[in-house]
């Protein structure tokens, strides 16, 4: 599977293109509505038929690009069965599997930052949202997250991948990339080794985030897929 | 040889890890000073021998964090000979060969965006700096930059890379992270396919960029490798 990983500077988000070399299958993760024209061109340019627009949770902090991408593709958008997306083409769950040619994308079901959180497992990378950041994790203090889901979702079932893994993160705001499921185990600030439930608690009752800036418009938003002219 | 992508969001500059998986040896491809803590600890994260500090050029939009990771790492600083660095431990040029465990780094002279842009080469990937950039190239209005050197490293000396040949530019402005020869033969807007010198050169002349911001500290720092507070 081919991997292509692209950013958007505003929202410091991370989309993912995957794709099967041999018949151009392709799956595009986490779109931004803003950059949906850029990614317009590199699927074409690339040759690509994109068969599904996957988000691996009901963003917070952006707008999803699927929606329009659908209209663009044809592709069908994934979330997971526990959004209430009211446009969404496939409500996946943790076991189900999609195909881009020969190669497999699978399902895990990893809540915590939100209850809608995905993780897509393809041979040897993990696209794990905004559950494990590079040293880090997503927020749990909105949109049914939960410390306990978190925690149990990153040591439980992210680091119980092998442990040569490649962790593709849904955002960074330190300019990691990637990183890798044994040296989130070993070094992640948060869950990593040593850090009991109830260290990693503490830390996450005492963030003291702002409110994010734009999710009284992209949560909507998201549940329509990003399709904001239409009722 | 790992391949690992870090970038710095002031300055929009790529970063590279490079290792040999078996022997931990490393390089490190164009540093930013303001970023050496993070890239400090990372390595030593990654339990990375750091051989190489290795420069594309003397940049002129951000300060090189070579000088401080050498104090700390040991590591030898590489740039271009064309270079008039007053600290750099080896003056590299085109077919110079570096070596991390049994991998190895070789080195082409791809001039243009001045006259010290080194490509480094590994196995199936090319570090291009700012002289190829994703369906771009970088400007050559200063630092004795030429828009036909930059046409020759381009459709010459790059182009003839095998097609499958990542490419992992020095900077990206559009969230892209990575290309391919390939991509790049095909699609680069200023260089790519039907595209003659004189198209090349007429668009080179009407960039109308701005003198960067940050040169005249930026020029004379990375001279000095970075290290700011030394005569």
Chains 1, 2 share one sequence.
């Not at 779109?31 to 038929?49: A, K, P, S, W």
């Not at 439980?156 to 849904?170: A, C, H, Y």
């Not at 608690?201 to 399709?227: E, F, H, Q, W, Y």
Request: glycine residues 8%; proline residues 3%.
């Amino acid at each position: 599977m081919k991997i292509r990983q692209l950013f958007d500077y505003d929202t410091w988000t991370y989309t993912y293109l995957l794709w099967d070399e041999e018949t151009k299958e392709a799956a595009v993760i986490d779109t931004v509505i803003e950059q949906v024209d850029r990614d317009m061109q590199h699927i074409e340019e690339l040759g690509l038929n994109v068969k599904y627009l996957m988000e691996t949770h009901i963003h917070a902090d952006h707008i999803t690009g699927a929606g329009p991408l659908r209209k663009r593709t044809g592709a069908e958008i994934v979330v997971h069965k526990n959004s209430e997306s009211q446009c969404a083409d496939i409500l996946a769950e943790e076991g189900d599997v999609f195909k881009l040619g020969e190669q497999e994308i699978r399902i895990l079901h990893t809540p915590g930052h939100t209850n809608t959180d995905i993780t897509y497992l393809i041979d040897g990378a993990a696209f794990t949202g905004d559950t494990l950041l590079v040293r880090d994790c997503g927020r749990t203090d909105f949109q049914l997250g939960s410390n306990e889901d978190m925690y149990n979702s990153l040591t439980n079932k992210l680091f119980s991948l092998p442990e040569d893994t490649m962790v593709f993160p849904g955002h960074d705001y330190k300019g990691f990339t990637q990183s890798t499921i044994g040296e989130e185990k070993k070094y992640n600030v948060r869950a990593g080794e040593g850090k009991s439930y109830q260290d990693f608690s503490t830390i996450m009752d005492n963030l003291n985030l702002p409110r994010p800036r734009r999710i009284d418009i992209a949560v909507p938003g998201n549940l329509k897929c990003g399709n904001l002219d239409e009722e």
